[in-house]
Structures are given as structure tokens and as C-alpha cells.
């Protein structure tokens, strides 16, 4: 299929390459913004650094009554308190999350190595069985290992985001006294330094991860990418802490700020006099930069993650094409250059003069790195990959074009474009949505909150069509692999997205700082313009992360679906339907908890700042300073404490559907979480960045209408207030925690699949049987899974010994069923018999507790007919799908004789005392022929086999005699028919050890050519044996084809019988009449026993097909 341009060693430079070249970029951006000197000395004032952007040139506005070192003096301390208020609560989270993180890593290592019992043998693979995989034990070291890295890793990125962030904000306030476009310069580049760090981080961790894991696994790329699965969860349940916790300690002091600042005591946002106002500025870093940059990197971790998976089980993975399959993290190598360059427009290329320039310069970065990023993934896709391949497809293998992946890569960056306009239009003041919400406010509260829900409900509608449509067509022309590369396009961009998102609480901060020290009001319009922006961008930057949440959410989903063997999920099963609507509530469970979590952290700030400002004198009018830490503390306190339990809600949800219902039921609860988190994160999201903004639009008063709403303290602007202050824990806490909840349980419950695939309690694939059915299998069929291999034939065949005429077959199909085939080692034909044969049982077991019932092997015809069908009972009563698959196998081609024996010796058994009698062979012999023979006719057959066999009638035999004993037996023993029969015929000794049922019908033809039938009817009828495949054919047609096909199998073997015995054209007889009339298996069996169909048979056949039913 051809091969991609790039050869792998340029794959393995170019890679990290670009991650150097991210980070190099990001501590050039950290030194621009490093010489904005937050102090009272004077910088150079020399001409080399007064250019248009400088930072050296001290053009500072003289303050209205302020000296100029007093306010960076007080710039500065305020930022020392922010940062040290930041850096103490992300070390207590940290120390609390680290504890979550070794007991999690422990959990993964024990629960995956007990998948196969911590063995260190290694298996055939999955996909490619010329190859042998790693053992379990190594899956779950290296899981163990790279979730470890994935949470080590999110939790640098966000704290190197938060320390950035203080790092920036006061130097965006200081150069807000020389224009907004300075300060603006100053916030983005601040911003680029978070996004370039985090975005090049990632890329490289994960490579370098890659490249040593290949040390261990070499060629066993199958095994290595399941075990960077757990690089994404880890990731994942780090940003889960990161944006819970983080989001409940600023909303919480947001709040309480706002509620008695703004609401109560008609003081100014961020006033000094506030006791909040410290946390509430701390607040911003650990939750929206934080918490943000642990999210963003999830999501990118983990898409990569899903496509690597996928890759690795498709052409790219089997043949070892490692550029091909390092396509995605091509992509976001291209990203980042991509990144790089549109920065430059930003910061370089053009300078922002004015106030309404901000917003449209934020866009721009959208636009131009979308459009340059598609450019950037057709290069990468014509050099990166082959002219076609194939991709994984549900157990099959996908044709692809390498420009049908370049679609599905674009279509999901333009997907992200569509979604992030749309909450522009729905979130800025810019429009009429928020103008709309802002004028609601002249009414009161009431009717602003219920103008904000409609906006967020309304807003929900054109993303979800865009999601829609970027899985319709990525799943339609690469299927999953599609959807996970189209996240991955949503998010090549990260490094623009990110520095977008963090401009916007760095401008919020440094707002609040300029509030603080004194500036002028000015001022405070600039950075509240650069605040209003931000406030914008950072919705936009939550509709891309929810976006991209959702797809890689699906990928994933399809991933666990394939690794945990399930087949469909049909929602129509009740234990699936459960799972969906448990599902989605999970997302209102979730919302439930953060959001009363920030009301009960809110509510303890807002009774501190009360008794602050009733009980410290002065305070109110200036004169006294607030007790800030106070407030810091209870913020801190409460954030950790009330992260615990929506935490363990997304994390233990996994685990317990997953160990107690099932992975079908497991899939049924991602399902309904995707569907229904998706759309409450979108409008919740929304719902607070247009109120946020409303309240802005009043209080900046740049239209006529807006002045006509304000000033600030005016009824209308208490409403936006009150708005707001409920919109806070929407858009800043649980809005966007929901795309974590989606993405972590999705890439949970792919980790732990192995483990719930065969575990599970209510699970079909139970390694154990229940112990309520041990007793009575005592006596039943326990077979290793050593012994499930199966013949090689197109149909699975088995005859019951001795000759008892059951024939099994189940339909063929490669499914999905990978964790089945990985576990019963089975060859590559044998794959589609474990399909077939876990469908079967699914079938049988209509209950769906795990183990088959004798009342449902009675179910099956053929099972029932059969002669020995009670004495069979005892065995397979209760079988679970292990033992179910390895009872099967003894009937294999491939099983050896002395299995086959050991299984006959158990029927023969009968009081289960491992000794057979004469009597107990003799009743055997009753059941099967019945009135074939007589019992004194059993009688001198069984007595003539043992003599010659040296044993008596009362001879005893064990399981080594018996084995003995059919393995020597070759001979024939004449016997006399009864008059409804034949005059003189011979049966058989009773070859107990057949190699394969079609040796049976062999020996049967000899047996008839020796004794009674012409030779020309032995050749025709040997040919029809030929032409219908000892039988296979006709029953596939007879049972699961459709009447038409039935007619054409029976008028050709009435031409046959026609042309070989002379019967006339029109007549039918017998077997040819009923398979005529009837469809239904066990219709047909009832008549042929009762009709004479066997006697016209046995006319030309003989025994033959008294056999066969």
C-alpha cells in the first residue's frame, strides 16, 4: 500500500525537535516579559529598547496623586501575596493528590496483572498471532508507569501555568499606565509561554515515554500502545483534582467577594478593603490557569493516546511503520510550529492602539492558526503517511486514503473554529445575546437569570450539530482512528488556545492589582477591557476543550468496547438501557456536588468578610487592613475538602459498574455521561461567561444603552451582579469539570478493561464459576483454558461420543471480541470461532448471569434430541464462558485423543465415582440406539469388545483402563438386525476417539461399501457428502437462511436422488418434503423422528442418517 516520505529516523528528529523548539520559544516569550522590572529601579532608558512593543523605554503616565514608586512597590506585594497564596494551596492539593496518585498507580499494577494471574508468560497477540506479546504482568508495570508519568506531568503543567501567571500579572498592570496595547503584549506573551510550555511538554514526555517503552517491548507494538493508555489517565485524574479543587476555592472566594463587596457594602471589585479580594486573585490562578492547563493537557494526552491505540492494531502497528504511526504526534508537532508563527501576528506583526481592537486581535489568532494548520496537517498527511492503509474497524481492517485522514484531522480543527465563534457570539457583549441579558436587568435578578439559561440552552444547538457532523464524517471515512484524530485536529492548536485562555485570568488579576494599588480609573478601563476580552476568549478556549472532550470521549469509548469484547451495545438490553440513564444523570450528580460545594465554601467567606467588616474598626473606611489569610485559609480548607467527593464519583463510577454490572452495562453509563455531559457543560459554560459579561457591559458603559443601565450600584447593575455571582461556579467549576468527568471515565474504564472483561461479578466472561453452582458441577466438565483451541475448518463441528449425532456450529463473524481471542490464545481462523462461539453463549444465556442453565441447553435442539441429553445435563449445568469454550474444545480436531476419552469416560460415569461398570455402558448403549438394536444384541457386542480387550463383565474401569481400551480398539463385531431393518448387517465397535467428524462419515461410506450397499450408491452418495460438506451447507441453509434459498438446496438434491434412483421429479419424499415445509431446526428434527423419512434413508444410506439425528 505503499509508504510515507518520511523516513523513520526523520520522524524520530523531528519530533522532539519541535518540542525543543516550543519550549525554546516559551523562555524566549518569559524573557521579553521577564524585563518588565516589577521594582522601583529604573530600567535602560537607552534608544536600542524604545522600539514599538519595548519594555525598557519608561514612557510611564504620571498617576493622578500617586507616586510612581509607591505604585510599583505596591504592585509588587500584592503580587508576592498572590503568588505565595497560589503556590501554599496547589502544594496542599498536591500533597493530598499525590497520596490519591500512588494508591491509584497500585490499584492499575493489581488489578491489570491479575488479569491472566500475574504471569510472565508471554502470549501470541491479539491482532497479528505470528508475533508473541508481552505478558500481563509487563501490561501493567508499564500502565502502572505511565500513569504515574501523565499525572506528574499535568501536575508540572499546571503549576509551572499558575506560576507564570503571577509572574505576568502585575507586570500587564504596570504596563497598563503606557496603553492597552502594552498591556495586552505583556498578557499574551504571558499566555504563549504557558501554552508553548504545556503543548511542547506533553509532545515530548510522551515521545521520550514511547522510546523507552520500545526498549522493553521492542516489536510488540500492540502491547506497548495499550500500556500508554494509562499516560492519559493519569493526566486525565490529575486535571480532575485541578479543575474541581481549584475551581471551588476561587469561586467560593469570588463569591463571598462579590456578595458582600459588590451586593452589601456598595465597594468597588477587587477594593483592598475587601478581606477576599486576596483569595479571590488567588483564586483565578489555581482554578482557570491551573486547573485549565491540567484539563487542556487531558485532552490532548489522551486523544493522542486513542489514536496510537487504535494505530497500533491497524496496518501501521502490524507492519511497524513508526511514522506512520507517529502521525499524531506529527500533528501536534506541526501545531506547534504552526502556534509559533501566529503568535507573531500578535506580538510582533501588528500592534493593538485601542480598546476595540482587543477582541478582534484574539480572533485573528483563531482564524490564522486554523487556516495555517491546515495547510500544516496536508503537509504532514502526504509526507507522513502511505497513499492507503488500514485501519482497525471493529474486528475488521478499513481501507483508508491518506487524504480521507486529512479531512478527518480538518474537519475536527473546523469543527473547533465553528464552536469557538459561536460562544464568542453567544458570550461576547459584542452582540445582542449578552446586550439582550444585560437590558433583562432592568426588571430585577429574576428575569436576568432567566434570560442567561435561555442564552445557555440556545447556545448548545450549533456546537452539537458541529460535534455531529466532525463524527459523521471522521467515522465515515477512517472509523474510530478517524474520531480520535479529529479530537487530536480540535486540539493541534493547544498552544495558541492556551495562551488565549491564560491571557484572560492574568488580565483579571492584573485588573485586580491595579484596584488594589491605587491606580487611577484609567487604569482600571484598561485592564477591565483587557478582562472583558479575556473573559470571552477564556468561553471560547471551554468550547473548544468540551469539543474536543466529546470526540475524544467517543474514541475512547470505542476503544473500551473493543478491548472488553463486547459485541453491540444495544440499548434495548435492559442491563445496557440502566446503565444509559444512570449515565446520564451522572453529569447532574456531578454538577450537584461542585456547585453545592462552592455554595458551602462561599457561604463560610461570606460570613468572614461580614465579621471582618463588623468587627475591625476602620476597616470600612480605609484606615485598617483587612485579615486576608483568614480568608485564604478558608478557601484552601474548603477547596480540598470538597474536592473529595465529586472526585470519587468520576473515579469509583468505573470501577464499581465495571466489577459488579459489567462492562455492558459499563458502556451503557459512558454512553449516557457523553451524551448528557456534553450538553450541560456547553450551556453551563455559556450561561456564566454571558452573565459575567453582561455585568461588564453595564459596568464599562461604552454605548448608550449601556449607560442607560448603569452606573455601577445601580438596581440594574446589582442584578448583572447577582447574575453573575451564580454564573461563577457555572463557567469557572462545574462546566468545565464535566469535559473531565466524560474523558476520565471513558479512559478509566479503557484501562481497566481486561479486568472487568473477565472479573466482572455479573460479567459473561467470569473467570470463576459461582459458588452457587460449584456443588453441582462436582461432577461436571472443568477444563483448563489450556485446552480452547479449535479446529481450522469453516465450521466449529463436534460429535458426541460415542457418535451421538450433536452437531454444533454458530455462525461465523470477526467481531470485536479482542480481549477473548488475547485471552484463549487462539489462532487466527479460531478467532472467528471464539466470535461465534461467545455469541452462542450470549444467546443461551438469556438472563445474562454469567453461566448457561440446563433449562437454556435444552433450548437447543439439537442439544435436546439428542439420546444422552441428561446424562450430558450434569455436565454442562451451570457452565460459565471459559469452561463453556474449553467443554467445546475437547471436540476440537486439535484436542488429543485421551481429552476425548477423559470426556466419553464422564458420560459413561454416571454415579461420578471414577469407575465405569458394564451396566454403565450398557445404559449408554440403550440411550443411543433404542430399538435399533437389542439389549441382548448390546449385550454380545459390549461382552465380545471387553473380552478382546482383555476385560470381564465384571471388570471395573478407570479413566487410564478406558483410555486403554479405546485406543485399542480396531475390530468390527457382526450382529443381527430386527425385520423392520435389514436382514444382515454389521455395526460398529464404538471408536470412541474420532480425529474429526469427517473421518466418521468416512468410515460409515466404508462400512456400507463392505456390507450391503451397491457400489454406484455409495459414489453418489459419497459425492453428495462431498457437495454439501459433511452436511454443513444444507443446514446453514435449512436454519439460517431464507426460503429461497431452501427450495433451490432441496429441488438440487431431489435432482440428485432423482438421477441416481429414478424417482419421479414430482415426488418428495421423506427428509426432501420436510426441509421443504419447515425453517425451524426443531420442527424439522421432531418430524423426521417421527415420520418415516429414516427408513427411506436408510433404504440407500443405511446407519448413515440415523446418525445425523
Not at 419424499?1069 to 427408513?1095: C, F, M, Y
Request: contains cysteine; glycine residues 8%; proline residues 3%.
Amino acid at each position: 500500500m505503499g509508504s510515507a516520505l518520511l523516513p523513520d529516523l526523520g520522524t524520530e528528529i523531528v519530533i522532539p525537535v519541535c518540542a525543543v523548539v516550543g519550549i525554546v520559544f516559551s523562555l524566549y516569550q518569559w524573557y521579553v516579559v521577564s524585563r518588565v522590572k516589577v521594582s522601583s529601579e529604573r530600567g535602560d532608558t537607552s534608544p536600542s529598547n524604545n522600539n514599538k512593543n519595548g519594555y525598557g523605554d519608561y514612557l510611564i503616565e504620571e498617576e493622578e496623586g500617586v507616586n510612581d514608586q509607591n505604585v510599583v512597590a505596591k504592585c509588587a506585594d500584592i503580587q508576592n501575596a498572590i503568588s505565595e497564596g497560589a503556590t501554599s494551596f496547589l502544594f496542599t492539593e498536591y500533597q493530598y493528590v499525590g497520596i490519591f496518585m500512588i494508591a491509584f498507580a497500585i490499584l492499575i499494577f493489581l488489578f491489570l496483572g491479575s488479569v491472566e494471574g500475574f504471569s510472565t508468560k508471554s502470549q501470541p497477540c491479539t491482532y497479528n498471532k505470528e508475533k508473541m506479546c508481552k505478558p500481563a504482568l509487563a501490561t501493567a508495570i508499564f500502565s502502572t508507569i505511565s500513569f504515574l508519568l501523565g499525572a506528574i506531568t499535568s501536575v508540572i503543567s499546571g503549576f509551572l501555568g499558575m506560576k507564570i501567571a503571577t509572574y505576568a500579572n502585575a507586570r500587564t498592570t504596570l504596563e497598563a499606565r503606557k496603553g492597552v496595547g502594552k498591556a495586552f503584549i505583556v498578557a499574551f506573551r504571558s499566555g504563549a509561554v504557558m501554552g508553548f510550555l504545556l503543548a511542547a511538554n506533553g509532545l515530548l514526555v510522551l515521545h521520550i515515554t514511547i522510546n523507552l517503552f520500545k526498549l522493553y517491548y521492542g516489536d510488540d507494538w500492540e502491547g506497548l500502545f495499550e500500556a500508554i493508555t494509562g499516560y492519559g489517565l493519569g493526566g486525565s485524574s490529575m486535571a480532575l483534582f485541578g479543575r474541581v479543587g481549584g475551581g471551588i476555592y476561587t469561586k467560593a472566594a469570588d463569591v463571598g467577594a462579590d456578595l458582600v463587596g459588590k451586593v452589601e457594602r456598595n465597594i468597588p471589585e477587587d477594593d483592598p478593603r475587601n478581606p477576599a479580594v486576596i483569595a479571590d486573585n488567588v483564586g483565578d490562578n489555581v482554578g482557570d490557569i491551573a486547573g485549565m492547563g491540567s484539563d487542556l493537557f487531558g485532552s490532548y494526552a489522551e486523544s493522542s493516546c486513542a489514536a496510537l491505540v487504535v494505530a497500533s492494531i491497524s496496518s501501521f502497528g502490524i507492519e511497524h511503520d513508526f511514522t506512520s504511526m507517529c502521525y499524531p504526534l506529527l500533528i501536534s508537532s506541526m501545531g506547534i510550529l504552526v502556534c509559533l508563527i501566529t503568535t507573531l501576528f500578535a506580538t510582533d506583526f501588528f500592534e493593538i492602539k485601542a480598546v476595540k481592537e482587543i477582541e478582534p486581535a484574539l480572533k485573528h489568532q483563531l482564524i490564522i492558526s486554523t487556516a495555517l494548520m491546515t495547510i500544516g496537517i496536508a503537509i504532514v498527511t502526504w509526507t507522513c503517511l502511505p497513499s492507503s492503509f488500514t485501519i482497525f474497524n471493529f474486528g475488521t481492517q478499513k481501507v483508508v486514503k491518506n487524504w480521507e485522514l486529512f479531512l478527518c484531522v480538518a474537519v475536527g480543527l473546523w469543527a473547533g473554529l465553528i464552536i469557538g465563534f459561536v460562544t464568542e457570539y453567544y458570550t461576547s457583549n459584542a452582540y445582542s445575546p449578552v446586550q439582550d441579558v444585560a437590558d433583562s436587568c432592568r426588571t430585577g435578578a429574576a428575569t436576568n437569570v432567566i434570560f442567561g439559561l435561555a442564552l445557555g440552552y440556545k447556545s448548545v444547538i450549533i456546537p452539537i450539530f458541529a460535534i455531529a457532523i466532525a463524527i459523521f464524517v471522521s467515522f465515515s471515512f477512517a472509523a474510530m482512528y478517524g474520531i480520535a484524530v479529529a479530537a487530536l485536529g480540535m486540539l493541534s492548536t493547544i498552544a495558541t488556545g492556551l495562551a488565549i485562555d491564560a491571557y484572560g485570568p492574568i488580565s483579571d488579576n492584573a485588573g485586580g492589582i491595579a484596584e488594589m494599588a491605587g491606580m487611577s480609573h484609567r487604569i482600571r478601563e484598561r485592564t477591565d477591557a483587557l478582562d472583558a476580552a479575556g473573559n470571552t476568549t477564556a468561553a471560547i478556549g471551554k468550547g473548544f476543550a468540551i469539543g474536543s472532550a466529546a470526540l475524544v470521549s467517543l474514541a475512547l469509548f470505542g476503544a473500551f468496547v473493543s478491548r472488553a469484547a463486547i459485541s453491540t451495545v444495544d440499548v434495548l438490553t435492559p442491563k445496557v438501557f440502566i446503565g444509559l440513564i444512570v449515565g446520564a444523570m451522572l453529569p447532574y450528580w456531578f454538577s450537584a456536588m461542585t456547585m453545592k460545594s462552592v455554595g458551602s465554601a462561599a457561604l463560610k467567606m461570606v460570613e468572614e468578610v461580614r465579621r471582618q467588616f463588623n468587627t475591625i474598626p476602620g476597616l470600612m473606611e480605609g484606615h485598617a487592613k483587612p485579615d486576608y489569610a483568614t480568608c485564604v485559609k478558608i478557601s484552601t480548607d474548603a477547596s480540598i475538602k470538597e474536592m473529595i467527593p465529586p472526585g470519587a464519583l468520576v473515579m469509583l463510577t468505573p470501577l464499581i459498574v465495571g466489577i459488579f454490572f459489567g462492562v455492558e452495562t459499563l458502556s451503557g453509563v459512558l454512553a449516557g455521561a457523553l451524551v448528557s455531559g456534553v450538553q450541560i457543560a456547553i450551556s453551563a459554560s455559556n450561561t456564566g461567561g454571558a452573565w459575567d459579561n453582561a455585568k461588564k457591559y453595564i459596568e464599562a458603559g461604552a454605548s448608550e444603552h449601556a449607560r442607560t443601565l448603569g452606573p455601577k450600584g445601580s438596581e440594574p447593575h446589582k442584578a448583572a451582579v447577582i447574575g453573575d455571582t451564580i454564573g461563577d461556579p457555572l463557567k469557572d467549576t462545574s462546566g468545565p469539570s464535566l469535559n473531565i468527568l466524560i474523558k476520565l471515565m471513558a479512559v478509566e474504564s479503557l484501562v481497566f478493561a481486561p479486568f472487568f472483561a473477565t472479573h466482572g461479578v455479573f460479567s459473561a466472561l467470569t473467570s470463576s464459576t459461582p459458588l452457587w453452582r460449584e456443588k453441582k458441577k462436582a461432577c461436571g466438565i472443568m477444563l483448563s483454558s489450556d485446552r480452547a483451541r479449535f479446529t481450522h475448518s469453516a465450521t466449529i463441528k463436534f460429535v458426541l461420543p460415542p457418535r451421538l449425532g450433536c452437531l454444533y456450529r454458530a455462525p461465523i463473524s470477526l467481531g470485536n471480541l479482542s480481549l477473548l481471542i488475547k485471552i484463549y490464545n487462539t489462532t487466527p481462523v479460531a478467532q472467528q470461532e471464539i466470535v461465534s462461539l461467545y455469541q452462542r453463549f450470549c444467546q443461551l444465556d438469556r438472563n445474562s448471569k454469567g453461566f448457561i442453565s440446563a433449562d437454556e441447553f435444552l433450548s437447543v435442539p439439537e442439544f435436546a434430541m439428542n439420546p444422552l441429553s441428561q446424562r450430558l445435563l450434569k455436565m454442562v449445568d451451570g457452565l460459565n464462558f471459559k469452561d463453556f469454550v474449553a467443554f467445546l474444545s475437547t471436540f476440537s480436531a486439535k484436542a488429543s485423543v485421551a481429552q476425548k476419552i477423559e470426556l466419553i469416560f464422564k458420560v459413561y460415569d454416571s454415579d461420578c465415582n471414577g469407575k465405569v461398570t458394564f451396566d454403565d455402558i450398557m445404559e449408554v448403549l440403550r440411550d443411543l440406539t433404542g430399538s435399533f438394536i437389542s439389549d441382548k444384541q448390546r449385550e454380545e457386542v459390549l461382552s465380545q469388545v471387553l473380552h478382546e480387550a482383555g476385560y470381564t463383565r465384571d471388570s471395573l474401569l478407570q479413566l487410564n483402563d478406558f483410555i486403554k481400551w479405546c485406543k485399542g480398539r480396531q475390530g468390527e463385531v457382526p450382529v443381527t438386525m430386527g425385520p423392520a431393518s435389514m436382514e444382515k448387517s454389521t455395526a460398529y465397535s464404538h471408536h470412541l476417539a474420532e480425529s474429526s467428524s469427517r473421518n466418521v462419515y468416512a468410515e460409515e461410506a466404508n462400512y456400507r461399501n463392505k456390507e450391503f450397499v451397491r457400489a454406484e450408491q455409495v459414489k453418489l452418495l459419497d459425492k453428495r457428502l462431498r457437495i454439501l460438506e459433511d452436511e454443513a451447507e444444507i443446514l446453514k441453509v435449512v436454519f439460517l437462511e431464507g426460503a429461497e434459498e431452501r427450495r433451490k438446496l432441496v429441488n438440487e438434491v431431489q435432482n440428485e436422488f432423482q438421477a441416481a434412483f429414478g424417482y419421479p421429479k414430482h415426488q418428495r419424499h421423506g427428509l426432501l418434503q420436510i426441509l421443504h415445509e419447515e425453517s425451524n431446526p426443531a420442527i424439522v428434527i421432531r418430524k423426521l423422528r417421527a415420520s418415516d423419512a429414516t427408513e427411506c434413508v436408510s433404504e440407500f444410506s443405511g446407519r448413515w442418517f440415523r446418525l445425523k439425528i
